[in-house]
């Protein structure tokens, strides 16, 4: 049985020198436990998935296969970047999977947030399970499982992100950040060359987006929801914002109101504003962004984004809200 405990003697990494440390060990460790075997990587663009891909592209070069899947609930520009950090800079083996089309028309009509949450992470399983099983020769799966992960699970769950996969793909587990808690995560991924934008990024829930487009997820409302969610973070970090806010982005409800464009009547969706601090995600404080900063944004999104007509700034903590609106 493998141990899940960091050892106490661990020290904790908070500078360049103790993640180079860190990251010498981790690679004479994973050329040991792999030697010059295949491992399968399901790399999503997050904190986690990335630094155990920069670290295996490390130690093991080619024998390490990342998969990424586009789910079409990505961020706008987050496939790029994994195909241009990973690939085409880092010379990773990286496999594309667009499955957008699959996700969303599987998702289609279905507006309650757990099913939808479901579909999401049974379809992501199953276009996993299909990759996999495209490869030939592949003994190990690596997973980006940091501390939190164990101590919240228990010993046995595997990491939320993947999990689940069929008996007959059992891999070894290859997970090297296991003893890393988030802020020793980013160092290591600082030290190993990833971009500050991946590296510091605010958290991203696995269902991505589909939790901001609110009700039954169209398409024309998705990229409402991803246009208006660039603006937003271009915006805040223009202004200073990024890296001291601790989560902000737009959700799209499923109703329209009446507005007025170019002299004539629309009647077209409003876009949520949401910026939250919060230590541990129990509980949240509204960021007070500055009023000029949120006309900005209003004008912005509603000159840019088709469909919408209307912005609104969510000034409820949590609680009585809960940081995303499903
Ligand atoms: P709530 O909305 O519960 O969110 O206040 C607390 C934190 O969890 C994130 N979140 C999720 N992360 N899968 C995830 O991986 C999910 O289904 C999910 N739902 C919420 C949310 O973004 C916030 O950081």
């Not at 940091?146 to 689940?164: F, M, Q």
């Not at 020793?184 to 991924?189: A, K, L, S």
């Not at 404080?285 to 969510?314: K, M, S, Y």
């Not at 903590?317 to 609106?325: H, R, S, V």
Request: overall charge negative.
């Amino acid at each position: 049985m493998q141990n899940n405990v960091r050892p106490e003697t661990m020290e904790r990494i908070t500078t360049p020198a103790l993640a180079q440390a860190f990251i010498q060990e981790q690679l004479a460790a994973l050329k040991a436990q792999v030697g010059n075997k295949k491992v399968l990587l399901a790399l999503s663009g997050g904190v986690d998935s990335s630094v155990v891909a920069a670290l295996l592209i490390k130690a093991i070069g080619q024998n390490l296969v990342c998969v990424h899947v586009n789910h079409g609930l990505l961020r706008k520009g987050e496939p790029e970047q994994v195909i241009q950090v990973f690939r085409n800079e880092m010379n990773a083996n990286l496999i594309y999977v667009d499955a957008v089309d699959r996700f969303l028309d599987k998702l289609a009509g279905v507006s309650d947030p757990e099913q939808k949450r479901k579909i999401i992470g049974a379809e992501f399983i199953r276009v996993f399970e299909e990759e996999a099983r495209k490869q030939e020769g592949i003994e190990f799966l690596a997973q980006g499982t940091i501390y939190p992960d164990i101590l919240e699970s228990g010993p046995v769950k595997a990491h939320h992100n993947v999990g689940g996969l069929p008996e007959d793909l059992k891999f070894e587990l290859v997970e090297p950040l296991k003893f890393l808690f988030k802020d020793e995560v980013r160092v290591v991924g600082h030290e190993l060359g990833l971009p500050d934008g991946m590296v510091y990024r605010q958290p991203f829930p696995g269902p991505g987006l589909g939790v901001r487009c609110v009700g039954a997820i169209t398409r024309d409302r998705l990229e409402a929801v991803r246009e208006s969610d660039a603006i937003l973070r271009e915006e805040f970090a223009k202004n200073g914002l990024e890296g001291k806010v601790w989560q902000y982005f737009t959700i799209v409800p499923d109703f329209k109101t009446v507005g007025v464009k170019d002299n004539k009547r629309c009647f077209e969706w409003p876009v949520v504003l949401r910026a939250v601090n919060t230590r541990d995600a129990m509980t949240a404080t509204v960021e007070d962004v500055p009023f000029a900063l949120l006309q900005h944004i209003t004008q912005r999104i509603t000159a840019e984004v088709p469909g919408v007509n209307r912005v609104l700034f969510d000034l409820t903590p949590k609680p009585t809200g809960t940081i995303e609106w499903e």
